[in-house]
């Protein structure tokens, strides 16, 4: 709407006034900070209804492991499924502030639900079979994979440039890595393993939510930079013309997560369930094949590859050893089996979460 009416108000004589303040509109910034705002209002005046809503649906709530720390038996009976409050905000917030001719929004929303939809079935086998298993696991990575394939094929066709399909290495300007059409599998790879590694980091109350919000706020700030050729020439960084305007869909992420915060913070009034740490994860990776930095996300979001290998190391070295190297993966249930509480893992975690991001946005200049 705001386009058309920038248009049509150069068409008017004597518009001049009303021209100049639409002008405004056209600015990345700008709509970013409408999108934050506009995804936090949704999400504080639709959250209690929607909690309210799926706790009166779930009955019993989300199934809560009985071989996990004891401590969380407490909080049996909240509902999940809280994915949905952010996907909700953050949708709203896209429709109205982005620029709805850009491609890039449109296959980034895409994966975002397609990741959230996966999530929400599984989500909806444990509540109402209540068990802490959903459907298969192969089927559940195919069909991400699905997605995942889709989306990065749709991001290589629309930019022909030979870099779309190379991987570019941080800190090194001239070192790229030329991958051909093998980039789509690897896109879809760092799309899956992004989505699956959130997933397993959404554990305790409002530890997978800010970190999802600290990596969001350091892709917004380098997909707007990324999509700038001046700014992108400067730091010597890859432009995609385009990207930037997926500043404004990590806003709205952003403002959906601030209001989903003030419902998740402990004592949690709603998980996030699969619902939502699919969606954001799947989405977080999308940004980064869009924007050419796959590696500065292994960098930024190193807290959810932390929480993924702690899981795959486990398995493996039960499986070979019969022993286990934590105490219980994922490793932040390993800490609250070393006597840590709730709160110092979550707080930590942020933090570490914050050091990390520093560090990402550190490869920008330091090349």
Known sequence: MFYWLIELSNTIPGFGAFRTFLNVFRYITF???GAVVTGALFVFLFGPWIIDHL?????KGQPIRTDGPQSHLAKKGTPTMGGLMILSGLTVGTVLWANPLN???WIVLAVTLGFGFVGFYDDYLKVTKQTTTGFGSKLRLLIEAVIALVACYALVRLNRDPASTALTVPFLKDTVLHFGWFF???GAFVIVGAGNAVNLTDGLDGLAIVPVM???ASFAMIAYLAGNAVFAEYLQIKYVAGTGELAVLCGALLGAGLGFLWFNAPPAS???GDTGSLALGGMLGAIAVAVKHEIVLAVIGGLFVLEAVSVIVQVVSFKLT???IFRMAPIHHHFEQLGWTEPQIVIRFWIISVMLALAGLSTLKLR
């Open 184 to 186: 789509v599998v690897f």
């Open 270 to 272: 709603i998980f996030m």
């Open 103 to 105: 491609p890039y929004v």
């Open 322 to 324: 019969g022993k286990r």
């Open 214 to 216: 600290i990596a969001t």
């Open 31 to 33: 709509r970013t900070g």
């Open 55 to 59: 706790r009166i649906r779930q009955g």
